[in-house]
């Protein structure tokens, strides 16, 4: 049986607050800067997947009727029937967290995150980190300070 959503995320911000440790010990090395990008990332996708997996256990109690798209964004697969099964859907960080805050406040009838649910110009920043580390083309990519 999977692991509950709060558990992946709780262990990701484990592993966060010890890089930040880290950091503070022996200050933001090119390969603890690295890392740091890959986890921050990891949490991201991991509190969009606690998020939308809260959000559908909330519409199935409140008869929330959920769309063949969202459902196929929430279980990141398409065809059939996401839920249990159909091809793999790849869905890029940000438009999983935008989908994932607005599925939220739709389903338990909050307000709409801010600004449509845009995330910060710096998101993007570290995004292409992010990129360039973990598909590394040339050595420049592991270059981390001119972000």
Do not use: C
Not at 12 to 34: N, Y
Not at 55 to 65: D, F
Not at 76 to 88: H, Q, S
């Amino acid at each position: 049986m999977p692991d509950r959503p709060k558990t992946v995320v709780d262990a990701l911000l484990d592993d966060l607050q010890q890089l930040g440790v880290l950091i503070d010990q022996h200050g933001p090395t090119p390969f603890l800067v690295r890392v740091y990008a890959r986890t921050i990332f990891s949490v991201f996708d991991g509190y969009a997947y606690f998020l939308k997996q809260n959000a559908v256990k909330r519409a199935e109690a409140e008869g929330v009727s959920l769309s063949k798209d969202e459902l196929e964004m929430i279980y990141e697969r398409r065809g059939g029937d996401p839920a249990r099964g159909g091809k793999p859907k790849t869905v890029s960080t940000a438009e999983n967290l935008r989908f994932a805050m607005k599925l939220w406040a739709r389903v338990n009838g909050g307000e709409a995150p801010p600004r449509d649910a845009q995330l910060p110009p710096e998101f993007e920043r570290i995004r292409v980190l992010r990129n360039a580390i973990t598909h590394p083309k040339r050595i420049e990519d592991f270059d981390v300070f001119p972000y």
